[in-house]
């Protein structure tokens, strides 16, 4: 046991401000029987696993853990770690080596076994890996669904960090005081975009969130000293403002205790964020199928194996806390339990595959329990909504109807935020959010750093912590940054089977501008999140209809991307009468614009006003159907107006391979086959980027004309 103040190598680091507003040390009496007890119980999972899997060959398949991760070495600091996350608000984002941080929070020792195994229940329902983990607790510490991507897990511990200061501060519900988020990470994670961006916003904002780095210098095979120069996150941190680090050996229990509980200290005592790093050995391969062959020596091995933090940890507890005998009752109880939990994980059946499909989406139909993030049934249906339009007489432009409804939902919500770059004090580059922030405060409509994936991952942490989250994405093309968070929220119910979800809103202007194109900002390539899971996707043509979809969106259950068209945002064409206050749209419910007798037109967007154009050409031989939303999309009403006319023409503004047209298209040649008299034609832009010149993007885009042609053509097919 160390008695100096600062043992070497775990100076405070950090700018003077953060040294002068550390915490003293906290007098810390944990419950070392219980941290020894975690740490033995991960051991013996890890040699549970990894005995099975030496033996592939005799093994039945349902008994092999397919990714299998150890935490030999990680394991005593992070139950260290598990000791102090105890506030009910506090919420932890974890890796797939945070097994002991996971068993230290509650997760039982046979889902510990049950989940990788890939059985029945547990936290994903045999859906997911078994070391991607997830934790609700209504009235505990969580642990956020966690993701296969590193450093995936930063940005939504940075959202629920911020929704603690929200709940506490705006909401004034005092249960949220004093509550932390912790994200744990190991050195390879420090150099991904996740991780500067949840260090930005930490830092920024002054969030309580701790970092905790677990350094055991390789990213599977890769050397720390590559992740970030001179391979010390916490020392090349040192002159980050606003941010306390805590440096030291996490195989010294003590150590670990001390450096862990004063970032605990100074982030629950309201000083801001914290990071700790901590060196541990890896103490196995990668994972399961690496032999470490190729990159470790045999000596680098045995070096790693005498820093096992085991023998430390025995040593720090025997006989000054625990007794010889003590400890070895620990032993054998450790033992009696996980063999217990193996028998019980074993006896679990296997998944149903006829479930396989459910929680995409939110199914409140059959009274299933409520998951664990967005508002509850009780709030939404309290927010209710109605689907008849009101007779208002004024006209709205596309962005003044956003915004009065963005204001609506403010002002009957207040676990609503709004926020986006440039959406608070300017009120959003396309002026959609004007005047929001100086009529509801910078708490709930603000600016955000410039980090799309931030953006999106922490809307997911709020959405998490029961807010609604309502983010604008400046332009779609800028939403590439974000699109592994986007793709993890997508996921999240279905794979955490219906414990967690992430309802959140994302606006994104994009499209063709008024007489202006180019490849950045007039992106669509809709078809990107119709094809992704879990996401609902409205594209709608005009003001009326944006009212009713945003609306339903923000009072809804699932994750909602909602297209502003740049071209309908000024424009008389994205123009129409005011519906209410009230108004929402079902989503996957298509209008039909136009009746017709002879041809189907089917559009969205911006595109549906030059079809309507097009169609007048025909007399009432063209039925003109706006889709309004893409996902979920309305066959119903497609197919039933095709098998009406028996012909089809879609008109989209996306590229035409694999655009959406693709989709519906090849639902009508299966499902409207025998009714068909002509071929369907898809009139789209041909693959080419949108270019900046007028004269240009006329070449490219569908216009009233080549549509014109098209229906024509097929007319007379
Ligand atoms: C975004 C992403 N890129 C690559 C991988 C593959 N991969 C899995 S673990 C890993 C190394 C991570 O190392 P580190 O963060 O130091 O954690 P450790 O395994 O050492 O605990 C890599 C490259 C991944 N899962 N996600």
Known sequence: MT??????????????????????????????????YNALVSRALDDVEEATNRNKATVPREHLVLYQFSARGHDVAQSILGAFIDHPRDAASAY????????????TIEDALGSPLGRAGGFSDGRDIGVVCNLPNANGPIVLPMSGDVGSQYTPAAGWAQAIGYHANVLGDPSWKGAMSVVLGGEGSVATNGFWSALTMATT???????????????????????????????????????????GDGTDPDESARLVGECVAHVRGGGGPALVRLTVPRLCSHSGPDNQRGYRTDAEIAADAERDPLPRLRDHLVPATLSESAWKELEAEVARDVQ???????????????????WLYADDSDGSPEAFGGLSRA?????????????????????????????????????????????????????VTEGLQKQFGEARVFDTSLSEEGIIGRSVGMAIAGLMPVAEIQ??????PAAEQLNNCGTLRWRTANRFAAPIVVRMPGGFGKDVGDPWHSLSDEVRFAHAY???????????DAVGLLRAAMRGANPTIFFEHRSLLMTSDGSAHYPGDDYVIPFGKAAT??????????????????????????????????????????????????????????????????GFGAEIAATLAKDAFWYLDAPVERVAVQDIPMPYHPVLLDAVLPTVDSIAERIDATLSA
């Open 205 to 247: 904002l002054s969030l309580p969130m701790l970092f905790y780095v677990e350094d055991n210098g390789l990213g599977i095979s890769v050397r720390g000293d590559m992740q970030t120069p001179g391979g010390d996150i916490a020392r090349n941190l040192g002159s980050f403002d606003n941010l306390f680090i805590r440096d």
């Open 96 to 107: 797939y080596r945070s097994r002991p941080l996971l068993l230290s929070l509650g997760l």
């Open 340 to 358: 217990q939990a193996l028998d019980a994980a074993r006896a679990r059946s296997n998944p149903d595959p006829l479930t396989v499909s459910r």
């Open 534 to 544: 879990g996401w609902q996707v409205a594209i709608p043509s005009n003001a009326a």
């Open 593 to 658: 614009l136009r009746a017709g007798t002879d041809v189907t037109v089917v559009s969205w967007g911006a595109l549906v006003h030059r079809c309507v154009q097009a169609a007048a050409r025909f007399g009432d031989r063209v039925e003109v159907i706006d889709l309004r939303s893409i996902a979920p999309w309305d066959r119903d009403c497609v197919l039933a107006s095709v098998v009406r006319t028996g012909r089809c023409v879609i008109a989209h503004e996306d590229n035409i391979t694999a």
């Open 475 to 480: 332009f779609r093309k800028y939403a590439d």
């Open 379 to 431: 709030e939404r249906s309290a927010l209710g909504g109605s689907t008849s339009r009101a007779e208002t007489p004024d006209v709205v432009r596309f962005a003044e109807a956003v915004r009065r409804t963005l204001r609506r939902e403010l002002e009957v919500n207040p676990k609503l935020l709004v926020f986006g770059e440039d959406v608070g004090r300017k009120g959003g580059v396309h002026l």
């Open 3 to 36: 008695t100096l103040p600062f043992p070497r190598g775990s100076q405070p680091r950090g700018s003077s401000k953060a040294r002068k507003a550390a915490s003293p040390a906290p007098a810390t009496r944990l419950d070392w029987r219980g941290i020894a």
